[in-house]
């Protein structure tokens, strides 16, 4: 039993960084389940802006946590298309499937996978916001607005502007992702993009903005919606010309709409940096306290993935009674996961770094094959890889 306010792991944030920590204890290490506690700023079902794209690595994660996202409310997109003003490739997760990727809307996905956390015995505390970490050789102190706790491990799974990052990061270069986000009615009838599909454009390129503006299928309150958004990676800070709500305006006017006519929400991303940290001793990061991947800012299949790697850092942590956490980083560095992110952020510098709108629209429209095959051999599909290369 714990003492009162005193556990031996507290992890800060149930969205799905931690509640996948929580969910991979729970597989491997059950009797730390009644130690844990986490503690969560909002209220499931909480907003959380997100475009909701799901890649199939976070359902090869979810499979092996014995979930099924389809319980979930969700939409099957039928292809994803990567262009350059209008035209380009397009493409589906896995060659034989049906679908190209499933969109969630994030507060009914978040809600039910933090229901499943409860189901397996956490105890999530909502409404509790942390306030200040601070860590010492015996432990972690939190102080929340509901009062103080102490905690042998700190998880920070709280996000891209991590209180518990702060703690043991004092000072680091800016690696976070600029995003603009709308959810809009269904398509205008003038639209050239398809119902049941997906679009990335790249468009805003040229206009110094290093990322794309998006056009999402989804489904909200039972009702087909379209999320929109524009992303810039901001992986060369300082290089926009145009503000990005300019930019999101003019893909707007480009599909018969008014930016004006909506409501529009932004976030930042933090995105994946080999080089930065990890962890400390105590203390681990996950999810987008860590980062996401640069390209596009997709960070929901790495956030599952991540718990994981956490969830086995502190199995082996209670075990041995040491709690440095030295090998997390490299373990996350060395596996497919890992791998792939690093090469996203290496995509990103150089994709983002050309500004010419020839080369995008060669690019998009001319070497779709070759795209494609590189995607599938070393962008996507790492969690399959992942059980491949440990069976
Ligand atoms: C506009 C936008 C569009 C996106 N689109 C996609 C997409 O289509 N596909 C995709 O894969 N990814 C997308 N992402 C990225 C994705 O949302 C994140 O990568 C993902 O949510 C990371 O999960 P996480 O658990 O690490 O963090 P979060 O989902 O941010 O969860 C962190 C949790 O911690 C809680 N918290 C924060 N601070 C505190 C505190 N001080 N005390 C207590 N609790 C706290 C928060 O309330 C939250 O519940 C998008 C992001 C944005 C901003």
Same mark, same amino acid.
């Given at each position: 039993?714990?003492?009162?306010?005193?556990?031996?792991?507290?992890?800060?944030?149930?969205?799905?960084?931690?509640?996948?920590?929580?969910?991979?204890?729970?597989?491997?290490?059950?009797?730390?389940?009644?130690?844990?506690?986490?503690?969560?700023?909002?209220?499931?079902?909480?907003?959380?802006?997100?475009?909701?794209?799901?890649?199939?690595?976070?359902?090869?994660?979810?499979?092996?946590?014995?979930?099924?996202?389809?319980?979930?409310?969700?939409?099957?997109?039928?292809?994803?298309?990567?262009?350059?003003?209008?035209?380009?490739?397009?493409?589906?997760?896995?060659?034989?499937?049906?679908?190209?990727?499933?969109?969630?809307?994030?507060?009914?996905?978040?809600?039910?996978?933090?229901?499943?956390?409860?189901?397996?015995?956490?105890?999530?505390?909502?409404?509790?916001?942390?306030?200040?970490?601070?860590?010492?050789?015996? !432990?972690?102190? #939190? %102080?929340?607005? $509901?009062? =103080?706790?102490?905690?042998?491990?700190?998880?920070? *799974?709280? @996000?891209?502007?991590?209180?518990?990052?702060?703690?043991?990061?004092?000072?680091?270069?800016?690696?976070?992702?600029?995003?603009?986000?709308?959810?809009?009615?269904?398509?205008?009838?003038?639209?050239?993009?398809?119902?049941?599909?997906?679009?990335?454009?790249?468009?805003?390129?040229?206009?110094?903005?290093?990322?794309?503006?998006?056009?999402?299928?989804?489904?909200?309150?039972?009702?087909?919606?379209?999320?929109?958004?524009?992303?810039?990676?901001?992986?060369?800070?300082?290089?926009?010309?145009?503000?990005?709500?300019?930019?999101?305006?003019?893909?707007?006017?480009?599909? !018969?709409?008014? #930016? %004006?006519?909506? $409501?529009? =929400?932004?976030?930042?991303?933090?995105?994946?940096? *080999?080089? @930065?940290?990890?962890?400390?001793?105590?203390?681990?990061?996950?999810?987008?306290?860590?980062?996401?991947?640069?390209?596009?800012?997709?960070?929901?299949?790495?956030?599952?993935?991540?718990?994981?790697?956490?969830?086995?850092?502190?199995?082996?942590?209670?075990?041995?009674?040491?709690?440095?956490?030295?090998?997390?980083?490299?373990?996350?560095?060395?596996?497919?996961?890992?791998?792939?992110?690093?090469?996203?952020?290496?995509?990103?510098?150089?994709?983002?770094?050309?500004?010419?709108?020839?080369?995008?629209?060669?690019?998009?429209?001319?070497?779709?094959?070759?795209?494609?095959?590189?995607?599938?051999?070393?962008?996507?599909?790492?969690?399959?890889?992942?059980?491949?290369?440990? *069976?």
């Amino acid at each position: 039993m714990q003492s009162a306010n005193h556990y031996d792991l507290i992890i800060v944030g149930a969205g799905p960084a931690g509640i996948s920590t929580a969910l991979h204890l729970a597989q491997i290490a059950p009797h730390l389940i009644s130690r844990t506690l986490i503690l969560e700023k909002a209220r499931h079902p909480r907003p959380k802006l997100c475009a909701g794209g799901v890649l199939p690595d976070a359902e090869v994660i979810l499979r092996r946590l014995g979930l099924d996202i389809t319980e979930a409310a969700h939409t099957d997109v039928d292809w994803v298309h990567f262009d350059f003003n209008g035209q380009g490739m397009q493409m589906r997760a896995e060659k034989t499937g049906t679908f190209a990727l499933r969109t969630v809307r994030r507060h009914e996905f978040d809600a039910w996978l933090a229901a499943k956390a409860r189901q397996r015995g956490f105890l999530i505390q909502e409404n509790t916001v942390v306030k200040r970490v601070t860590v010492s050789g015996s !432990g972690v102190r #939190l %102080e929340t607005d $509901k009062g =103080e706790y102490r905690a042998k491990v700190v998880v920070g *799974a709280d @996000g891209s502007n991590s209180i518990v990052r702060q703690a043991i990061v004092t000072h680091e270069d800016l690696h976070v992702a600029r995003v603009l986000e709308v959810v809009t009615g269904p398509l205008p009838k003038k639209s050239p993009h398809k119902e049941m599909d997906s679009y990335f454009d790249f468009v805003v390129i040229p206009q110094g903005i290093a990322g794309y503006a998006w056009d999402f299928a989804a489904v909200e309150k039972g009702k087909p919606v379209r999320v929109r958004g524009v992303y810039d990676s901001n992986i060369h800070s300082g290089k926009s010309k145009v503000p990005l709500r300019e930019a999101l305006a003019g893909e707007f006017r480009r599909h !018969g709409l008014d #930016l %004006e006519d909506y $409501k529009l =929400e932004g976030f930042p991303i933090r995105w994946f940096d *080999a080089k @930065g940290t990890f962890a400390a001793p105590r203390v681990l990061l996950a999810g987008d306290a860590i980062g996401a991947d640069a390209i596009f800012g997709e960070g929901i299949s790495a956030a599952l993935g991540y718990g994981g790697f956490t969830a086995r850092a502190i199995q082996d942590a209670f075990a041995r009674k040491d709690f440095s956490f030295g090998g997390y980083k490299r373990s996350i560095l060395r596996s497919e996961m890992g791998k792939a992110l690093s090469l996203r952020t290496w995509i990103a510098r150089v994709l983002y770094a050309i500004p010419w709108p020839a080369f995008h629209a060669f690019l998009w429209r001319r070497m779709g094959w070759f795209i494609e095959w590189f995607v599938r051999a070393f962008v996507i599909g790492w969690a399959q890889r992942q059980e491949k290369h440990n *069976a």
